[in-house]
């Protein structure tokens, strides 16, 4: 009877968490949840409500939309990137994300494998958080797992010195989380913040910038009893992620934090008798940069930043604690302070590497994804070998998807942060931005009408933009304009498509056959299906030509079936496959539409398209060839791929390396561009004799066998006969 008398409250407990999960009450605070958007059923992604969990009192940022397979396919390597703002990508739209950035980069080194990157970064989180998410990433098959975290042990939700807090005691805070997934403990906490809010009032409400309003106690002393518990917390949560996904053998890249040291002074300085004033070391610092001792500027300013009593810029202490716990817990530590440090005058990081006090600029985003990805590259976790292009980083901001619209929404929103405390002390000295801003042009203009109008976004903007210059024939413009779309929004097709459109007409037709082929992974379309097809005519691939013609036939629509038609039978004929020329002729003589059974001569058109982005200068190399001045169209050309590494440049390269009989470097430049020249016979013709010459026989007779298969009837079938010859 007492074992009766003491299930009852349990039983009652049960059941009414039963009937609230039954009701649906409450909101599903998993950290991945089913993709709900048509055709992406297949698909998980970062919960958009995950951020309730952990803010009860202020708004909360989605994490940002990235999505990975619910069943994980063989060859794909599945990587999730745990932090806060910094890799949100604040103050920047999410194609200038690190993860991004660095997604990309894994996917060219690594072409093979199928990359997941799923970041699951929301602004204002700390290391509580990221406890919380840990063991719902392990369930999701992680091959990786990459964190960047630090900055918000203080101010963060269930930081020691945020309105966002549960308990000075790290236990009591950990279970507050882990109850948050129980329907009860949610309703007692509505209830409780319902009472709490109808109390209070309108009038107690904090205003301003999320970073202003999440602070309680603003003054933090370093090494005060404050202090201490923020830094205990941070080294037991990371050292708990660390030692539970140690258990599971991923493999783990942790990241030092960096902070601007010299761009910008402490907020707030307090001496005491056992401290310095933060605002007297870092003048001393600005001396000693002056008198150009860098060293001890170096030592004083990162004193001055630990000394800043409104902690927003996390003390050296916590890249100790990631440096110690790295070791312990043998990951790979990623020396972010490294990289920056020396990448900025005299190792001082300032302003040319971030917004503010802790947000890289574009190029600081670009500097980390650099970071984590020779990081990753030289642990070979992915694999033992990469295909990574040996590109600079500037080669790689060049041709990366953003532009002038992402430079001023960052501007912009760094000077609303900026207008409201702490950049501004007092409170009568705050300024909304919004209010008093008058955009100087343009772009300016339609950027801050994004700002003014919640009901809007950049995306959008930058969609009407992209069509001007499209109605424009401004191609390239046009084409950065939907390429800052794909890197912003990857998983959607019609990005990938518009974007592809423009290199058409930028005739640069690699890169659009590669954005067309993406664009399949998320919508089969027709009109991507039938453009691959003529990018594979023009290519040689007739085969593959034929292939897209046929999937697009049904997809397309009906007025221009008999363009779809047509174009195959061209490939059909050129192909030598005669039952299926026959068989489409057939087809289109139903359709009265015999004149298209009259075909051109087979010709190799691919080195007729020169991409836009180096068009001036692969013209001026040709010129230069035909007057017999080879040295001077290598330096043009070599100049041009830093600029846009096209396919044509590295095709001219490498036959003037041949006629100089210099087969090295010949085999450098043509081996990179194989997969697209692979159905030209001249070229097949050039690898083979640079095989041979290298006594890479079986290489050569490779070339040979694709040549005869490719252009049966060409003069260097003839010419290659002699490696039947060779054993």
Not at 229 to 258: G, Q
Not at 271 to 294: H, M, Q, R, W
Not at 307 to 313: A, E, M, S
Not at 574 to 579: A, F, K, S, T, V
Request: net charge neutral; aromatic share 12%.
């Amino acid at each position: 009877f007492k074992l009766i008398t003491g299930l009852i409250p349990v039983i009652i407990l049960l059941s009414f968490e039963g009937i609230l999960r039954l009701v649906n009450y409450g909101d599903n605070l998993n950290l991945f949840v089913q993709n709900p958007i048509e055709g992406y059923e297949e698909y998980m992604m970062v919960n958009p409500k995950v951020g309730k969990k952990y803010f009860q009192k202020f708004e909360y940022t989605q994490p940002p939309n990235d999505i990975f397979l619910a069943d994980k396919p063989e060859n794909t390597f599945r990587i999730f990137v745990m932090g806060s703002s910094t890799v949100f990508g604040f103050p920047y739209e999410r194609n200038l994300m690190f993860s991004r950035i660095l997604h990309h980069q894994l996917e060219e080194a690594y072409p093979d494998k199928k990359i997941e990157m799923v970041n699951t970064s929301i602004t204002a989180i700390n290391s509580f958080t990221l406890l919380d998410y840990s063991h719902q990433i392990l369930k999701q098959e992680p091959d990786a797992i990459l964190i960047y975290a630090g900055h918000n042990e203080f101010y963060g939700a269930f930081g020691i010195g945020s309105n966002e807090t549960m308990s000075k005691n790290i236990g009591l805070t950990r279970m507050h989380i882990a109850l948050m997934d129980v329907k009860i403990y949610q309703l007692l906490r509505n209830i409780i913040a319902k009472v709490a809010q109808t109390v209070a009032g309108s009038g107690n409400k904090v205003r301003g910038t999320l970073m202003k309003r999440m602070v309680a106690d603003k003054d933090i002393l370093y090494d005060s009893e404050e202090y201490q518990i923020a830094m205990d917390s941070y080294r037991k949560n990371m050292e708990k992620i660390l030692k539970k996904i140690s258990k599971k053998n991923i493999p783990v890249f942790l990241s030092e934090v960096v902070s601007n040291i010299n761009g910008m002074k402490p907020f707030h300085s307090v001496k005491t008798e056992n401290l310095e004033g933060a605002n007297e070391i870092y003048s001393k610092a600005v001396e000693a940069e002056k008198d150009g001792d860098f060293k001890k500027a170096f030592d004083l300013y990162y004193r001055a930043k630990d000394l800043d009593c409104i902690r927003f810029r996390a003390s050296e202490d916590v890249n100790q604690i990631i440096n110690e716990l790295g070791e312990k817990y043998k990951v790979f530590q990623v020396p972010m302070l490294s990289w920056f440090q020396q990448n900025t005058p005299n190792k001082l990081i300032g302003n040319n590497l971030m917004t503010e006090h802790v947000h890289p600029n574009i190029d600081g985003s670009f500097l980390m994804a650099e970071a984590f990805y020779n990081t990753v590259l030289d642990s070979k976790v992915i694999a033992d070998e990469n295909k990574s292009p040996a590109y600079s980083m500037a080669y790689k901001k060049r041709n990366w998807g953003y532009t002038a619209l992402d430079s001023i929404i960052g501007e912009q929103r760094i000077q609303m942060l900026k207008g409201n405390w702490p950049f501004v002390l007092e409170e009568k000295d705050e300024v909304d931005f919004r209010k008093v801003y008058q955009p100087k042009n343009f772009h300016d203009s339609i950027v801050f009408s994004v700002l003014l109008n919640s009901e809007t976004n950049l995306t959008l903007a930058r969609l009407e933009v992209a069509k001007s210059y499209k109605n424009q024939r401004k191609h390239f413009l046009a084409y950065k304009e939907y390429d800052a779309m794909v890197r912003t929004n990857p998983y959607i097709a019609v990005n990938y498509r518009d974007a592809a459109t423009s290199l058409i007409n930028m005739s640069d037709l690699p890169l659009a056959l590669k954005y067309y082929k993406k664009s399949l992974d998320y919508f089969e379309s027709g009109f991507a299906l039938f453009k691959m097809g003529e990018i594979y005519l023009f290519m040689g691939d007739y085969k593959s030509a034929v292939e897209c013609f046929e999937k697009s036939f049904p997809l397309i629509e009906d007025d221009r079936k008999v363009v779809v038609l047509a174009k195959a039978y061209v490939s059909s004929v050129y192909n030598n496959d005669r039952p299926k020329a026959e068989a489409i002729a057939k087809e289109l003589k139903k359709v009265n539409a015999t004149n298209y059974l009259r075909i051109p001569p087979k010709t190799y058109m691919f080195n007729n398209f020169i991409p836009q982005q180096t068009v001036n200068q692969v013209t001026n190399a040709k010129a230069l060839i035909d007057e017999g001045k080879s040295e001077e169209a290598l330096i043009v050309l070599k100049s041009s791929l830093g600029i846009y590494d096209s396919h044509i440049a590295n095709f001219l390269i490498g036959e003037i390396y041949i006629n100089q009989r210099n087969l090295d470097m010949a085999y450098k430049y043509f081996s990179k561009v194989y997969e697209l020249y692979k159905f030209y016979d001249q070229y097949l013709n050039n690898m083979a004799l640079i095989y041979f010459n290298k006594k890479e026989i079986e290489n050569a007779k490779k070339c040979y066998e694709q040549l005869k298969l490719v252009a049966p009837r060409s003069e260097y079938v003839r010419k290659l006969n002699f490696l039947n010859n060779i054993n």
